[in-house]
């Protein structure tokens, strides 16, 4: 047995990558909504740890994400295939592929929606900074980053999901 069989690719197909394991972090209400969404995690299959890379599937009806903010991760999307709607708290912008779009941490809020009848292909990258927090604004949600790396959900007055 060789050290080759532990080490992460040097190289692969990015659709052929796995897709994540778990559709999404968010509680319910929230989870079900995130069925339209396939990602598959790039960079952790190549052991990145200061910033994560999506391949990400919407299907027809689905969204990126809740409408949504972070307080110290920047976020970029780059529009592969398809024509999503980037929905922001300033208004909404028709992307279609070459496109790309990228927000700074307290930024504005955002999130995809797919309201064609075709797949929209995108990747999107954000850093991993440790002590961010996600801010829903038409939702009853709170998001804080453990230092564990994953994500605690509760209401906006504090009480667990």
């Not at 080490?7 to 197909?13: E, Q, Y």
């Not at 994540?20 to 929230?30: A, H, I, L, Q």
């Not at 990228?102 to 797919?114: E, K, S």
Request: charged letters at 20%; glycine letters at 10%.
């Amino acid at each position: 047995m060789g050290d080759t069989e532990n080490r992460a690719p040097l190289a692969i197909a990015a659709a052929e990558a796995p897709l994540r394991t778990k559709p999404s972090n968010y509680p319910e209400p929230f989870f079900s909504r995130m069925a339209r969404r396939d990602k598959r995690p790039l960079g952790d299959l190549f052991g990145l740890k200061n910033f994560g890379v999506n391949l990400t599937t919407l299907h027809p009806g689905g969204e990126s994400a809740l409408l949504h903010l972070h307080s110290r991760q920047d976020e970029f999307v780059y529009i592969l295939e398809g024509k999503p709607t980037l929905v922001t708290d300033a208004g909404e912008i028709a992307l279609h592929p070459g496109m790309c779009a990228g927000f700074p941490a307290q930024g504005i809020a955002h999130h995809l929606v797919n309201r064609t009848d075709a797949n929209v292909v995108y990747l999107e990258i954000g850093d991993r900074t440790p002590g961010d927090e996600g801010s829903y604004p038409q939702d009853d949600l709170k998001a804080a980053l453990s230092s564990d790396g994953t994500w605690a959900f509760t209401h906006k007055d504090g009480t667990p999901y």
